[in-house]
């Protein structure tokens, strides 16, 4: 067993629109033993809830003793270089800060992805470019999560680590604030993408998670935690179904800050067929050797 610090890691499972009804999946959940729910706030959410359905969603998860975490929309681009889309994703985002912190004292954090989805990314002056024009953008973000209490994540999005200087300036500074949310099989498979063949080794994927722990170990919060497929390229399976070595993975973890772990399964194996909550309920026993 691995202790993690000397604070018991709070586990949790993401919930999102189509979870509905959502008294019905967060009782689920509570009787699964986790702690919280990270809510995704994808469209038509936050607008979608009036204040009834929220008194109720905050009632509920009082009853329970669950708290909540929000995800950001994954269709705005805040870093977009075109300043039009950025600024129109600002303007969701204040929208969205402002919904989660309506939450508190529950809620624990807000996680974003950042990465702005164009194809020129790779190349380094561009990278460069989108660095100079996005450090304003940064400092305006910090200040709408200090202005409403929260607590921002930001997110490894499936970029290689080489490519991902804007995000990895930005979690360790200072000034900011931020704290990371460590997706494994997006480092995984960021890498397994544009280096295809793994090692005589075959654990080539335990180097990759190596250069984050080591470069952002001291500002990883969340954990979203799910087993890959390495021959198949999948991510997001259920735990056991893939090919990582998770008493590896926590061991690795055991150097960081991480206080939250999101079991992000989407598919119970590599056929892609549904989760059951039998399934998920492994799930929260495997972590919970580790985490408590």
Same mark, same amino acid.
């Given at each position: ?22 008294? +019905?999946?967060?009782?689920?959940? +509570?009787? /699964? ?20 359905? @929220? ?10 003793? =669950? ?6 929309? /994954? ?7 075109? $300043?039009?889309?950025?600024? *129109? ?15 508190? #004292? !529950? ?8 990465? #702005? ?5 790779? /190349?380094? %002056?561009?990278?460069?470019? =989108? ?13 709408? *999560? ?11 999005? !499936? ?5 991902? $200087? ?8 200072? $000034? ?10 997006? &480092?995984?498979? &960021? ?66 800050? /991480? @206080? ?17 909550? %039998? %399934? =998920?309920?492994?799930?929260? &026993?495997?972590? @919970?050797?580790?985490? $408590?």
């Amino acid at each position: 067993m691995y202790c993690i610090g000397i604070m018991r890691v709070l586990l949790g499972a993401p919930v999102w629109y189509g979870n509905r009804p959502f008294r +019905q999946t967060v009782e689920q959940l +509570q009787a /699964l033993g986790l702690d919280y729910i990270e809510f995704s706030l994808d469209y038509p959410l936050p607008e979608g809830m009036n204040e009834a359905d @929220k008194d109720e969603l905050k009632g509920l998860l009082a009853d329970c003793g =669950l708290r909540i975490a929000f995800h950001s929309p /994954l269709d705005i681009e805040v870093m977009h270089p075109r $300043e039009e889309i950025a600024d *129109a994703s600002m303007k969701i985002l204040r929208r969205c800060m402002e919904f989660s912190a309506e939450f508190m #004292p !529950l809620t624990l954090y807000y996680n974003l992805h950042v990465h #702005p989805r164009v194809s020129t990314y790779k /190349l380094r %002056e561009v990278r460069a470019e =989108l660095r100079r024009r996005c450090a304003s953008r940064w400092r305006v973000i910090a200040s709408m *999560a200090s202005e409403y209490g929260i607590q921002v994540c930001v997110e490894n999005d !499936l970029v290689p680590f080489e490519w991902s $200087e804007l995000l990895r300036e930005a979690i360790l500074s200072k $000034e900011l604030g931020f704290s990371l949310t460590f997706d494994i099989g997006h &480092a995984i498979m &960021a890498e397994l993408t544009h280096t295809p063949v793994l090692g005589d080794e075959g654990d080539d994927y335990i180097r990759y998670l190596q250069r984050w722990v080591t470069a952002c170990g001291t500002k990883i919060l969340v954990v979203h935690l799910h087993d890959c497929s390495l021959s198949d390229k999948q991510d997001h399976l259920s735990i056991g179904r893939g090919e990582l070595d998770f008493s590896r993975i926590f061991q690795l973890l055991e150097s960081t800050t /991480l @206080k939250y772990v999101v079991i992000e399964v989407f598919w119970r194996d590599k056929m892609r067929r549904e989760l059951s909550y %039998e %399934e =998920l309920r492994r799930n929260i &026993a495997f972590c @919970k050797r580790y985490i $408590e």
